[in-house]
């Protein structure tokens, strides 16, 4: 294998442990320059590139750059000038369907107008019972947008589609006939976009320049929460393209109502439209997303070997296509078909994964996280209802997904008479039987608990 085989290989498993937007920003642009005995050489195109990426990526590459060749052991990075460099797609043979279909990195590729990116589409979105109801409603807005649902806001956890299917609208809509003006923002972008024009006194000129705009797609707009200045602004923005009929999308990793620091005066905007869920595909789904994924790259891997991915690969869809690119480089490097035995050790990196177990410190910290808070404030002794509830919520999985004895929570919990955690055990319990929205919180930190 060549550095630059090396190096594709490397950003085709990479793309699956980090978001796509920096994904797209720090490794735009780079490649491997030499190998020099243990120690591999990365060039970036500036020292941003390469600060960010020898102290936030250093460990990922390493690893990935070892699982691939174990006798790598260090890495270096040096600053070479954009303009020397070779294009990611022309480093590719051309006859070699598996490097060109598969590691062209579409994710550099996205439209300069609009943000997207053109492989999110229907036609390879799967539908299933886990995510019909997103589909459809969708499928609806797009046909008909501003009128058939405003806002339409799209939830689930990482990695199960949220992404793909919010873009597919706005691909749709501006390649439709009518000519749409689309624009598609993270919201990290947009709040940043709004803190920028506050602090250079140009607000209305940024509200200007989405006024044109026909539909507006933010995506994970949970980050909004508690920046009060910029959820003020934004609800200026929804409300003057809302008025005028303009789509406005949303996708987030929670329902409105549990997000927390979120105005009450956004939350009920978020929840004039429709609301849908993605959820985890089941087994056979995940078989023919598999199925669709291979045939998109013109590639075929033994039955058995899809069955044992769709088996163990349940975290989420992005996991699943991980696995899948995984596999493939080993065919494309090897030149050789894994079979079932080769597959099983090519992925165990995925199957066994720490993430997929929990532990206490995994309940805790997603807890905490879950409800904004500190992971210490879940020990302080208050009363106070924000941090009350988290606790028991915390001291009712403890028992509930580990087993944990009455004592021992208590104990964790600085000592606390037994009997508060059976209480708060019972409450939890009770309360979740007749409280959907807590039921639905439970299951979605669970969900988060057990998929990393
Ligand atoms: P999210 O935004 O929810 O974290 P993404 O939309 O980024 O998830 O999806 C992760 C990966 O899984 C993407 O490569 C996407 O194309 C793929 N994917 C997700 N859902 C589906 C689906 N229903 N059918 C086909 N591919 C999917
Ligand atoms: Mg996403």
Known sequence: MNNNELWQSVLAQIQFHISRANFATWFQNTEIISKENETIVISVPNAFSKEWLSNKYNKLILKTLHDIDDKIKDLSFVIKPQSQKTPISKVLPEKDTIETEQLKFDEFKTNKETNLNPRYTFDNFVVGSFNELAHAAALAVSDNSGFAYNPLFIYGGVGLGKTHLIQAIGNKIADGPKKKKVKYLSSEKFVSGIVSAIRTNTMEAFKASLSP??????????????????????????????????????????????????????????????????????????FVILKIKLQEKNMELPE???????????????????????????????????????????????????????NYKKIIETVSKFYNLEEKNLFDPTRRKEIVKPRQIAMFLLRRELKYSFPAIARKFGGKDHTTAIYAYKKILQESEENNKLTEELGLIKQRIYSG
């Open 213 to 286: 705009i026909d539909v507006l797609i933010l995506d994970d707009i949970q980050f909004i929460a508690g920046k009060n200045k910029s959820q003020e602004e934004f609800f200026h923005v929804f409300n003057s393209l809302y008025e005028k009929n303009k789509q406005i999308i949303l996708s987030s990793d929670r329902p409105p109502n549990a997000i927390p620091e979120l105005e009450d005066r956004l939350r009920s905007r978020f929840e004039g439209g429709m609301i849908a869920d993605v959820s985890l595909p089941d087994y056979e789904t995940r």
């Open 304 to 358: 058995d070997v899809l069955e044992y991915i769709a088996v163990n690969v349940k975290k989420n869809i992005r996991e699943l296509e991980g696995a899948l690119n995984r596999l493939l480089i080993y065919y494309k490097i090897n030149n050789n078909i894994p079979n079932l035995e080769t597959s099983k050790k090519l992925l165990r990196g995925f199957i066994f994964s720490p993430f997929d177990v929990a």
